[in-house]
């Protein structure tokens, strides 16, 4: 039975936390990560699909160039029926037991091993990812039970003659660097995109360009979670 890496709700925000994207300044990004690490356990996924007490914790990682950002479509050969056919900039997974200690590293091994099962990052020589905050949306069934670890990787542009990043698990799903401009207006269409990929093109973290200024909702000052003492 698969085991997944879940955090306690109670344990932060006194239970009720902050929805959509939370930015962490880089000290609180750190400190949050090992505290999630800490207080979190390995629980059966199944059971935690069914208990909106754990938060499900999901590396989720944007890749972008100037103007444009990696985009997937989920295919019906994911294991997430809820996700199916949605959109998403985002890129991750579940954090399952592994052999390498428990640590401030354990989300970025995490984050590196879905990476490189579902790209094909070569020859490109990518920078490491970076966590910059948190995502939540206790807005859907899915979000209920799930919290993000947002991750950015920012690439340089490419010229014409060079490779590009490509789906490895094309089974799963199709994908590519697509416009900021393009993504303009589908980002809001609830039916085209993942929840989590909607909140964070509003939050500007694929780029200025992802919508109309004038109605980017401002994001939230960085702030520090308060996980309980033990």
């Known amino acids: 039975m698969e085991q997944v890496f879940v955090v306690r709700r109670q344990d932060y925000f006194a239970g009720s936390w902050p ?19 800490r207080l979190g356990l390995f ?6 699909e069914a208990n909106p007490a754990w938060k499900q914790t999901i590396p989720y990682c944007v890749i972008r160039q100037p103007g444009r950002v990696f985009c997937v479509q989920r295919k019906a050969a994911q294991s997430e029926t809820r996700l199916h056919n949605r959109l998403s900039i985002g890129l991750g997974g579940h954090a399952n037991p592994a052999s390498e200690p428990l640590d401030a590293l354990f989300f970025r091994r995490v984050l590196d091993k879905e990476l490189s099962e579902e790209l094909f990052w070569e020859p490109l020589t ?12 206790d807005a859907t069934e899915v979000g209920k039970v799930h919290i993000g670890l947002v991750f950015v990787v920012d690439l340089p542009q490419l010229g014409p003659a060079a490779p590009l990043l490509r789906v490895r698990e094309v089974n799963k799903m199709v994908g590519g660097f697509r416009p900021l401009v393009e993504l303009r207006t589908l980002w809001q269409d609830p039916l ?4 989590w990929s909607r909140v964070l093109l509003e939050g500007g973290i694929a780029g200025d360009m992802a919508i109309p200024t004038n109605s980017r909702a401002r994001a939230p000052r960085p702030q520090t979670p308060h996980p309980k003492k033990g």
């Open 19 to 37: 929805q959509g994207y939370l930015p962490l300044a880089a000290d609180a990004a750190q400190k949050i990560l090992c505290d999630f690490v």
């Open 192 to 195: 085209r995109f993942e929840s």
């Open 43 to 48: 629980v059966p996924r199944d059971e935690a």
């Open 126 to 137: 990518a920078p490491e990812p970076r966590f910059i905050g948190l995502l939540n949306d």
